[in-house]
C-alpha cells in the first residue's frame, strides 16, 4: 500500500492542475513574472511531442510594455495583452528541418542512437521536409504548435500562473509589426500571468457525445 501511494498523489495532482487551469482574461498587472522563470517553463513545455522530433516551435516573448500596447490594437484591444506579465507568440519554423543534424547529433551525444541512425534519419527527414507541399508543413507546424501551447498553459497552471490561448488578432498586422519572417507561422498567442479574477467555470459535452469507436456516425 505504501509503495503505490506516492504515485497517486502524483497523479492527483496532475488531475488537478487539468481541472484548474482556466482561460484567464483579467490578469493583476503589478505580478511580473522573470524571464528565467518563463524560460523555465517553455523549457518544461518543450518536452511535447512533435513530428520527428523536429521540434518546429519557436516563441516571440512579448515583455516590453512599449510592445504590448503595440500588440494591443492587433489583438483587437483585449486587456489581457496589456495586463498580463508577457504575452508568448508561439510559431511554427517551416524550416525546422534544418536543424535536424543537431537534433539528432544531441540524441547521439546522450546515448539514444548510434551516429548511423541518426544520420540516415537527418537524410530521411530532410528529404521529406524539402519536398513537402508548404500547405503540409504548415499543418504539421501548427498541430506541433498547438501540442507545445498546451503542455506551455499546463506547466504555468503548475507553477501557479495563469494563461489564456488567443486566435482573435490579426495574423497578418501582427507579422509585420514584429517583423516576422516567411520562415514562420504563427500559431497563436498565449498570455500569462496572475488573474486578477478567476477564469470561469466552463462545461464539457458528456464522453459519449464526442467518442466513437470503430466507426463514425452517419450523420
Same mark, same amino acid.
Given at each position: $500500500?505504501?509503495?503505490?501511494?506516492?504515485?497517486?498523489?502524483?497523479?492527483?495532482?496532475?488531475?488537478?492542475?487539468?481541472?484548474?487551469?482556466?482561460?484567464?482574461?483579467?490578469?493583476?498587472?503589478?505580478?511580473?513574472?522573470s524571464?528565467?522563470?518563463?524560460?523555465?517553463?517553455?523549457?518544461?513545455?518543450?518536452?511535447a511531442?512533435?513530428?520527428?522530433?523536429?521540434?518546429?516551435?519557436?516563441?516571440?516573448?512579448?515583455?516590453s510594455?512599449?510592445?504590448?500596447?503595440?500588440?494591443?490594437?492587433?489583438?483587437?484591444?483585449?486587456?489581457?495583452?496589456?495586463?498580463?506579465?508577457?504575452?508568448?507568440?508561439?510559431?511554427?519554423?517551416?524550416?525546422?528541418?534544418?536543424?535536424a543534424?543537431?537534433?539528432?547529433?544531441?540524441?547521439?551525444?546522450?546515448?539514444?542512437?548510434?551516429?548511423?541512425?541518426a544520420?540516415?534519419?537527418?537524410?530521411?527527414?530532410?528529404?521529406?521536409?524539402?519536398?513537402?507541399?508548404?500547405?503540409?508543413?504548415?499543418?504539421?507546424?501548427?498541430?506541433?504548435?498547438?501540442?507545445?501551447s498546451?503542455?506551455?498553459?499546463?506547466?504555468?497552471?503548475?507553477?501557479?500562473?495563469?494563461?489564456?490561448?488567443?486566435?482573435?488578432?490579426?495574423?497578418?498586422?501582427?507579422?509585420?509589426?514584429?517583423?516576422?519572417?516567411?520562415?514562420?507561422?504563427?500559431?497563436?498567442?498565449?498570455?500569462?500571468?496572475?488573474?486578477?479574477?478567476?477564469?470561469?467555470?466552463?462545461?464539457?459535452?458528456?464522453?459519449?457525445?464526442v467518442?466513437?469507436?470503430?466507426? $463514425?456516425?452517419?450523420?
Amino acid at each position: $500500500m505504501s509503495v503505490s501511494q506516492p504515485s497517486l498523489t502524483v497523479e492527483q495532482q496532475f488531475f488537478d492542475v487539468i481541472k484548474d487551469r482556466r482561460s484567464v482574461r483579467s490578469y493583476d498587472p503589478e505580478v511580473k513574472i522573470s524571464r528565467e522563470q518563463i524560460n523555465e517553463i517553455l523549457q518544461q513545455a518543450t518536452l511535447a511531442p512533435s513530428s520527428a522530433n523536429l521540434q518546429p516551435w519557436r516563441f516571440l516573448v512579448i515583455d516590453s510594455p512599449e510592445l504590448k500596447q503595440k500588440l494591443l490594437p492587433i489583438a483587437y484591444n483585449q486587456q489581457q495583452v496589456i495586463e498580463a506579465s508577457a504575452v508568448i507568440a508561439v510559431l511554427g519554423d517551416r524550416e525546422t528541418y534544418k536543424l535536424a543534424e543537431k537534433i539528432y547529433g544531441m540524441a547521439v551525444d546522450a546515448g539514444h542512437m548510434d551516429a548511423e541512425t541518426a544520420k540516415s534519419f537527418v537524410e530521411r527527414y530532410q528529404g521529406i521536409f524539402k519536398s513537402m507541399p508548404p500547405e503540409n508543413i504548415r499543418r504539421i507546424v501548427s498541430i506541433d504548435g498547438g501540442l507545445v501551447s498546451m503542455q506551455l498553459m499546463l506547466v504555468a497552471r503548475a507553477k501557479g500562473y495563469d494563461t489564456v490561448p488567443m486566435a482573435g488578432y490579426d495574423e497578418a498586422k501582427f507579422v509585420e509589426a514584429f517583423h516576422i519572417s516567411e520562415r514562420y507561422a504563427p500559431v497563436m498567442l498565449i498570455a500569462i500571468g496572475k488573474a486578477a479574477k478567476p477564469g470561469h467555470p466552463t462545461v464539457r459535452l458528456p464522453i459519449e457525445d464526442v467518442t466513437f469507436y470503430n466507426e $463514425m456516425p452517419k450523420a
